[in-house]
C-alpha cells in the first residue's frame, strides 16, 4: 500500500502542475512548481526512510526527469519578455537559471544518499 506522501507526488507529477510539464510547454522556470516538487519529494523520503526501496516511478523520476529539467534549463539563455519587464537582465536570468540547476542537483543527490 502506497503512503498518502507517495500519492500525493503521483498527482502532483500527473498534473499540469509539475515542473516538467510546465518547463515544456511553457520554455520557462516555474517557482511555484519547484517548491511542490520538492516539499513532496521530501515528505516521500522521509515517509519511505525506515523502508528498503522506493516505488519505480519514484526512482525514475529522479533519474531521467531531473536530469531532463537539468538539461532543458541548460539551454535557458535568453531572458524572457515578462522577466525583463519585471527588471531582470539577461545576465540576472542566466545566474537566476544556474541557481535553480543547483538545487535540482541538490535534490537528486539528496535522493541518491537516501538509497
Given at each position: 500500500m502506497?503512503?498518502?506522501s507517495l500519492n500525493n507526488f503521483f498527482e502532483?507529477?500527473?498534473?499540469?502542475?509539475?515542473?516538467?510539464?510546465?518547463?515544456r510547454i511553457n520554455a520557462e522556470w516555474n517557482e511555484e512548481s519547484f517548491i511542490k516538487m520538492e516539499q513532496l519529494s521530501r515528505e516521500v523520503m522521509k515517509d519511505y526512510v525506515n523502508d528498503d526501496s522506493y516505488h519505480k516511478r519514484f526512482i525514475i523520476y529522479f533519474m531521467r526527469e531531473i536530469p531532463s529539467i537539468i538539461e532543458m534549463l541548460s539551454h535557458f539563455k535568453v531572458c524572457p519578455e515578462d522577466y525583463i519587464k519585471d527588471g531582470c537582465t539577461q545576465e540576472s536570468y542566466r545566474s537566476v537559471i544556474a541557481e535553480k540547476v543547483k538545487?535540482?542537483?541538490?535534490?537528486?543527490?539528496?535522493?541518491i544518499a537516501s538509497l
Open positions: 502506497m503512503k498518502t502532483y507529477v500527473a498534473s499540469d502542475e509539475e515542473l516538467m510539464y510546465f518547463i538545487k535540482l542537483e541538490k535534490l537528486r543527490q539528496d535522493f
